[in-house]
């Protein structure tokens, strides 16, 4: 069965440092990987996708992902964080088969200093 | 999100009570989904749809039900309410299913 986990619940970062955010995941195939944000109060954006080619993917908002198959890893990173960037990040994880659910880790939740 | 739409965005209902939530979409997109959100748990799946008429369950559906008449709807329904139940209810479209989703802005429902 696929899973996802995010191993950080809570990470701070001062404005202006760079950011890594983990996901690792157990699927048997090529996964479709994603990561979302979530600011308080709202909905769930998508920043990024994976689905092949590239095993780095560039997103919205500065950040990118890279896939690494034999660490079955899909982290998020940016290089310079902006106060606006706290929020709550969720990885998840998509089957290729059945009816194609999306399967999403705990989340992340980033806290910026100024 | 432009497309899809939750409501209502607020309810506190009372236990044992019944509870329909409605997504509505305008994308005409065959997959909907029901997801839960609750702190340390992430997004949960309740059930989903891949077609009017076509429903499934998803890993968290006890307790819960769904109906999906017309391509654009997609309702929830607790049956009777419970204090677990409070959450915040997502409502999710797709148009090929797993290459992503669109959300709505969600529905916090309180039960007491």
């Known amino acids: 069965a696929q899973s996802v986990t995010q191993p950080d619940i809570h990470i701070t970062v001062s404005e202006g440092a760079s950011l890594e955010l983990r996901c690792n995941y157990s699927?048997?195939?090529?996964?479709?990987l994603f990561w979302y944000v979530q600011s308080p109060g709202q909905g769930l954006q998508l920043l990024l996708k994976y689905f092949s080619g590239d095993t780095l993917v560039q997103g919205i908002k500065g950040f990118e992902a890279e896939f690494k198959r034999s660490q079955s890893s899909f982290n998020l990173r940016k290089p310079s964080v902006h106060w606006s960037d706290a929020a709550e990040y969720f990885c998840a994880v998509g089957a290729t088969g059945g009816y194609n659910k999306l399967i999403f880790g705990a989340g992340t939740r980033l806290a910026v200093h100024p | 999100d432009a497309g899809i739409t939750q409501s209502p965005r607020h309810k506190v209902t009372e236990t044992g009570t019944p509870v329909t939530l409605r997504c509505h979409q305008t994308e005409n997109h065959r997959y909907m989904y029901w997801y839960r959100q609750d702190p340390g748990h992430g997004l949960r799946l309740i059930h989903y749809?891949?077609?009017?008429?076509?429903?499934d369950k998803g890993e968290v559906s006890d307790g819960y039900s769904v109906s999906r008449s017309k391509t654009e709807d997609f309702l929830l329904t607790l049956e009777s309410a419970t204090s677990s139940q409070t959450s915040v209810y997502f409502c999710?479209?797709?148009?090929?299913?797993?290459?992503?989703?669109?959300f709505g802005s969600g529905t916090r429902l309180t039960v007491v």
């Open positions: 699927y048997g195939a090529t996964p479709y």
């Open positions: 749809s891949y077609g009017v008429k076509d429903t």
């Open positions: 999710a479209i797709s148009e090929t299913g797993g290459y992503g989703y669109t």
